[in-house]
T-cell receptor, first 116, second 114 residues
Framework: NAGVTQTPKFRILKIGQSMTLQCTQDMNHNYMYWYRQDPGMGLKLIYYSVGAGITDKGEVPNGYNVSRSTTEDFPLRLELAAPSQTSVYFC???????????????FGPGTRLTVL | GNSVTQMEGPVTLSEEAFLTINCTYTATGYPSLFWYVQYPGEGLQLLLKATKADDKGSNKGFEATYRKETTSFHLEKGSVQVSDSAVYFCAPRPASGGSYIPTFGRGTSLIVHP
């Protein structure tokens, strides 16, 4: 199993550009998540999905969009990049919900995004 | 809502010292409790977890006990190594309410010197 894979690893965008961060998991997990990690600020949840076709907002969804057309893929879209979106982005997945919150989250290696 | 408070870092220790990283939380019901570790340049990975009161999670010499009465899940290790240098995140996860979305603390950076 590759686990959770993310592409690209690094990206520099200009203000106003758009891009899609890719996330794929091969563990047949139902739940998938996108987080951003700013220095010293821990993880903030952007969006999550509890299954194909179902997505919901997290704590900081503004400026982002997601889709979940398959169990495996959960891409994150930035439409108009802004400097405030400079961060490290992590995708994660977990089995859920049958473990009622006891299931482990598996994280990808992250995408480091800089918006100039 | 759910929240978690971790002690501020960085925590700087010499090799073989005793480690405690405090974590307290507020959550509805009886959450599952997790510690994740993030090594430099990597994503988070599970370190240990506990799913009910008085459970002790343990892994790689680290331990944490689910204390319902004090809503705490402090991480401890008796003798740290340089390779333990990383950022540690406490994450309570609700076991009811439908979404089971965890809350992550800010993370505590641990630096271990030889």
């Amino acid at each position: 199993n590759a686990g959770v894979t993310q592409t690209p690893k690094f990206r520099i965008l200009k203000i106003g550009q758009s891009m899609t961060l890719q996330c794929t998991q091969d563990m047949n997990h139902n739940y998938m998540y996108w987080y951003r990690q700013d220095p010293g600020m821990g993880l903030k949840l952007i969006y999550y999905s509890v299954g194909a076709g179902i997505t919901d907002k997290g704590e900081v969804p503004n400026g982002y969009n997601v889709s979940r057309s398959t169990t495996e893929d959960f891409p994150l879209r930035l439409e108009l990049a802004a400097p405030s979106q400079t961060s490290v982005y992590f995708c994660a997945s977990s089995y859920g919900p049958w473990d009622r919150g006891a299931d482990t989250q598996y994280f990808g290696p992250g995408t480091r995004l800089t918006v100039l | 809502g759910n929240s978690v408070t971790q002690m501020e870092g960085p925590v700087t220790l010499s090799e073989e010292a005793f480690l405690t990283i405090n974590c307290t939380y507020t959550a509805t019901g009886y959450p599952s409790l997790f510690w994740y570790v993030q090594y430099p340049g990597e994503g988070l990975q599970l370190l240990l977890k506990a799913t009910k009161a008085d459970d002790k999670g343990s892994n790689k010499g680290f331990e944490a006990t689910y204390r319902k009465e004090t809503t705490s899940f402090h991480l401890e290790k008796g003798s740290v190594q340089v390779s333990d240098s990383a950022v540690y995140f406490c994450a309570p996860r609700p076991a009811s309410g439908g979404s089971y979305i965890p809350t992550f603390g800010r993370g505590t950076s641990l630096i271990v010197h030889p």
